[in-house]
């Protein structure tokens, strides 16, 4: 059975580089022809697609958070990651890893999640 | 990007009773639109893709549809279970820009 955990400080301070980690148990990412993405969302707001990686590496960004984001994959360990620099209070959020399919003619919808983790910016 | 808005912000149903949700696109999405129920503390749950196609496990008495730039997800008799938030989400690009709805909360009248 598939499952994801997201992994990392729930507090970052201003400025700072908020790092998170999934780590994807029941599933190979390097096997998998699916791609992995993270979503945000902040207390009693909506969700926002944050990016997704394919394990060949390939990232595609939100442009409204592409010049702060960066996500990665480690296939040796099946996990991916995200970093967020130069983090404000409007990044305080509940972080979510999924997965997805991918490309055209798919049904690119999020069938699995994580549990989410809440990160706090605050000094 | 593609806007999503949903209707209306909150729904006050009667267990037992109808739920009809609303999601409309700023351009056309095609049947490219997924429903998600969302619970208090909980990850988003997939409940319908393809506008119409119900997700694995997902009882009978959701139903989706819609295409273009007007959906609507209808739970045809209430459970107690089914309050909750429910989002839209378009996934019409690839490369992808995924966009959701703001969400409708689900109340118990």
């Known amino acids: 059975q598939l499952q994801l955990q997201e992994s990392g400080p729930g507090l970052v301070k201003p400025s700072e580089t908020l790092s998170l980690t999934c780590t994807v148990s029941?599933?190979?990412?390097?096997?998998?022809?699916?791609?992995w993405g993270w979503i945000r969302q902040p207390p009693g707001k909506g969700l926002e697609w944050i990016g997704s990686?394919?394990?060949?590496?390939?990232?595609y960004y939100n442009p409204s958070l592409k010049s702060r984001v960066t996500i990665s994959v480690d296939t040796s360990k099946n996990q991916f990651s995200l970093k967020v620099r130069s983090v404000t209070a409007a990044d305080t959020a509940v972080y979510y890893c999924?997965?997805?399919?991918?490309?055209?003619?798919?049904?690119?919808?999020?069938?699995?999640w994580g549990q989410g983790t809440l990160v706090t910016v605050s000094s | 990007e593609i806007v999503m808005t949903q209707s209306p912000d909150t729904l006050s149903v009667s267990p037992g009773e109808r739920a009809t949700l609303s999601c409309r696109a700023s351009?056309?999405?095609?049947?490219?639109l997924a429903w998600y129920q969302q619970k208090p503390g909980q990850a988003p749950r997939l409940l319908i893709y393809g506008a119409s196609t119900r997700g694995t496990g997902i009882p009978g008495r959701f139903s989706g549809s819609g295409s273009g730039t007007e959906f609507t997800l209808t739970i045809s008799s209430l459970q107690s279970e089914d309050f909750a938030v429910y989002y839209c989400?378009?996934?019409?690009?690839?490369?992808?820009?995924?966009?959701f709805g703001q969400g409708t909360k689900l109340e118990i009248k």
């Open positions: 351009q056309s999405v095609g049947s490219n």
């Open positions: 029941g599933a190979s990412i390097s096997r998998s022809t699916y791609y």
């Open positions: 999924g997965r997805h399919p991918g490309g055209t003619g798919n049904h690119n919808v999020l069938d699995y």
């Open positions: 989400q378009q996934y019409n690009d690839w490369p992808p820009m995924y966009t």
């Open positions: 990686i394919y394990y060949s590496g390939s990232t």
